[in-house]
């Protein structure tokens, strides 16, 4: 019975797959149970394997009925006996050997209160399927050990987990650590070489010394990093899924919220490990195969002046309320363009600054004044809640990172209405689609009014794009940015933003287009004329520097 038991509770987890465990079931003998022979095989971790044991002797026990009756050997699956498998056969690409979670205390069975009687048994393992024996029953229910990823073994009362994919929501409880980690400690010293088992603190270590800003952990695949917006091979060698759930459970290790990976459940967080500093982690799931890839966070803030942003931009620092939005496509270092903005009013003036990050990225200093850094999950449920306790709590300076409903853009002109300065990120290659969009997201018959209160409350907007220099040396910010003066809040408050571009044009002191940076920015030197081309709003005025 224990291997029965054990192979519901693996397959059920999605620790291992059912052909995985047809293959060796035949190895199983009196010695050797099938977590062990699974382990044996390399397909099975030992934590996990100790683990799952510890549930099944707990429902053992549990299930003991007072006259013991001898074990009986295994019966084989049904369908064993037609594929002639072997201990050595591999496992199908799709369907990946093994899935071990981050390390975690010994596990923790809790048990429910046994069933009333009733006509069918209190458990179905699983359906019963006959894969593993004949159907069996027991008047103990136990739902849940810790550390795997679902109930293990299914009661018939237990509703199904829905078949949505398994994000995490901001609906979901918070956690009760709320502390953010720095990342601080003894410098770890980075390896010459890269290798699949490197651990991750030195591939961090070995990133930053090599200016990398992304790191991506893929199976079968080598270690590979961006560099000035380009991709390079980092190891020679190829990772593994081992390899893999061992460098997501030492990043689990710098998860300030204590938060627990879920094999098959996506996440965006920032950790942080002694020594190296903070990351951004993103793991998405391959069946139970995690790819990874990690932004690094600088450790060192860039002054806003130093930004090589349009002169008039640098004003937005000098408002008393109003909002700018900050935009660009993903990695154009919108992020650190606000944190910019955020110090150099910590610096100058005395305010309470609120931030509203998903998730928080740079741990900011107000020594003028107050600061509280909020992350959406971990201090707050969502970024609508967390622009309202900012509202609440009178805050002179919000950041908000980034947007995504017009719930929060609403609720952020609402802050701004109330007399706060507000700077937010959002998605956009380019101040007329940027508007466009935001207008258009908005039903008609409500329109015109969320019009007016844009053009209102909309003081600035710039658009960054980080473009690879010549030679590799590094990334150049080209800008389209605009001061919003009374003609472009016209336009705003009219629906009519086609004619931005041409006013930005006109208002030279006070907005340059993109192509006029792209510009600008190949005269000098900084750029190929074939990057200009690919990014420009009028591509034919690039025309002439397309590579074919």
Known sequence: MRNQYM?????????????????????????????????????LKQSMYDKVLAFVKNLEAKNAKPA???AEKPAAPASAAAPAHSASTPAQPSSPAHSAP?????????????????????????????????????????????????????????????????????????????????GEGEAVEAPDVLHPITPLAKIIAYARKFNVTDVYLYADRQITMRQSGKLFIASEKVLEKTHLMDRLAEAAEGFADGYKIVIGRN???TFALPGVGRARISVTWNDVTPSI????????????????????????????SGLVLIAGPSSSGRSTTMTAFAECIA???????????????????????????????LHVRSGAAGIELAIRTGADVILFDHLETMEELSLLMQASNAGALVFAVASGNNINALLSRLLMSVPSENR??????????????????????????????????????????????????????????????????????????????YIEGNEAWKRANDSRRFASYRKV
């Open 7 to 43: 192979a519901k509770v693996l397959v059920h987890n999605k620790v291992v797959s059912e052909d995985q465990v047809k293959a060796h079931w035949g190895e199983i003998s009196d010695s050797m149970d099938i977590g062990q022979v699974l382990v044996r095989a390399g397909i």
């Open 68 to 70: 013991a009756k001898p």
């Open 102 to 182: 981050p390390v975690q205390p010994a596990p923790a069975v809790s048990a429910a209160p046994a069933p009333q009687p009733a006509e069918e048994p209190a458990i179905k393992i699983e359906g019963n399927s006959s894969l593993y024996g004949e159907a069996s029953s027991s008047t103990v229910v136990i739902e849940k050990v810790e550390g795997l990823e679902t109930t293990s073994m299914a009661s018939v009362q237990v509703p199904v987990e829905s078949e949505t994919p398994a994000e995490e929501t901001a609906t979901e409880e918070l956690p009760s650590q709320f502390a953010v980690a720095t």
């Open 267 to 269: 996440f965006s967080k």
């Open 293 to 320: 890839s990690i932004r690094i966070i600088p450790m060192e803030s860039v002054a806003l002046e130093n930004l090589y942003l349009p002169e008039f931009s640098m004003q937005f620092a000098t408002l008393n």
């Open 347 to 377: 610096a100058n003036r005395q305010v309470f600054i609120q931030t509203v990050e998903k998730p928080i990225e740079r741990l900011l200093q107000n020594p003028n004044g107050s600061i509280a850094q909020r992350e959406v999950g």
């Open 448 to 525: 015109s009014a969320f019009a007016c209160s844009l053009a209102e409350q909309l003081k600035g907007v710039i658009v960054q794009h980080l473009i690879p220099a010549v030679q590799n040396q590094g990334l150049v910010l080209a800008t389209e940015a605009m001061k919003v003066t009374s003609t472009i809040a016209g336009m705003i408050r009219k629906c009519d933003v086609s004619q931005i571009l041409s006013a930005i044009s006109n208002q030279k002191d006070q907005g340059i287009t993109l192509d006029d940076s792209l510009q600008m920015c190949v005269e000098s030197g």
